[in-house]
């Protein structure tokens, strides 16, 4: 990709459409999600297959939030047609990341897998590709526990500053592998960091994140993405620097559109399960009509998913939206 993202969007003749997809595709491939997460040439054609069916204006890899946990040690379920979770997570103080400290979590199996398949999909799709990577404190929220961390944020404060500190020198050094590797795109995950306020977000996941995207490991653009309702904390995602914000589906966007510098890039936010797993073609069509009617006024918007899609998720519904961001 020669053009950063928000010239890319400028300069578009029409809406971009671009669909949080992967693990549909899998079904393009006859595959199961697990065997995709472990085999790189399969999550490449996967990926290929999506690519040549829907045409989207972005080729997302598959969204793993275990990946980089799972690369320090912490053991994780990877279930055949699910996304794999964390089953513990073992920092309840400071020593105990002496314990994940040992091991390299980019000499990881599946690490290696994933930066692998950036390789494969920078030979075999030529639209722009985009790589997840957890974010600093969602990865901390895995290692810590999420009801955890978030306790720590008020009495332990310190606790949470160094495993953050922690989990964004891994972040880092992934977003940096996978730029290598041919990703266009970095995008940052921070779920976790939803029931944030303002205040606590900008200190304990924005200041991190601010790192992440101005080091040497961020690809020509990165994007932030966080689950839920952001409405509260729309200010502070654009102080980490992100291009782009993918937002889900509890936001008002043409609202958040009107709160953020114009040349932040919004993503979304078409419901992934209520609308497009749940419903028709036709109400799919629908939603996406009066999404992109209400953000008729703002240039800064690609047609998207408010998350990841599910396996489960009908082709005729990604059609459906494919079909109406293109109008």
Do not use: W
Request: proline share 6%.
């Amino acid at each position: 990709m020669t053009l950063k993202l928000y010239d890319l969007v400028e300069s578009s003749p029409r809406r971009l459409v671009a669909p949080l997809l992967g693990y549909p595709g899998a079904r393009l491939t006859n595959s199961s999600l697990k065997q995709n997460e472990f085999n790189p040439a399969l999550h490449a054609a996967t990926i290929s297959r999506i690519v040549e069916r829907f045409a989207p204006d972005a080729a997302f890899f598959m969204m793993d939030l275990s990946l980089e946990a799972g690369a320090l040690g912490l053991p994780v379920r990877y279930p055949l047609f699910e996304s794999p979770t964390v089953e513990e997570h073992p920092v309840k103080q400071a020593g105990d990341l002496d314990k994940l400290s040992v091991v390299d979590p980019l000499e990881d199996a599946r690490i290696r897998a994933y930066i692998r398949v950036m390789e494969l999909m920078a030979k075999s799709i030529s639209i722009p590709r985009a790589a997840y990577v957890t974010g600093p404190f969602t990865l901390a929220g895995l290692i810590m526990g999420a009801s955890d961390i978030a306790m720590a944020t008020i009495t332990d404060p310190g606790l949470v500053h160094q495993v953050v500190h922690f989990c964004k020198d891994v972040c880092i050094r992934y977003s940096r592998a996978l730029t290598e590797a041919g990703a266009d795109i970095i995008v940052i995950l921070e779920p976790t960091a939803t029931f944030l306020s303002p205040q606590a977000f900008a200190e304990f996941c924005g200041a991190y994140v601010r790192e992440v995207i101005a080091s040497s490991g961020a690809a020509n653009d990165a994007v932030l993405h966080i689950c839920g309702d952001t409405s509260h904390i729309l200010r502070e995602m654009c102080a980490t620097g992100a291009c782009a914000l993918s937002l889900d589906s509890p936001v008002d966007l043409a609202v958040a559109a009107s709160r953020i510098d114009p040349e932040v890039i919004l993503i979304g936010n078409i419901d992934p399960v209520g609308v497009m797993v749940q419903q028709s073609p036709q109400e799919v069509a629908r939603a996406a009509r009066e999404l992109l009617h209400s953000m008729a006024g703002h240039s800064n918007f690609i047609l998207s998913t408010g998350c990841d899609l599910p396996y489960e998720t009908p082709h005729e519904n990604i059609d459906a939206l494919m079909n109406e961001g293109r109008r």
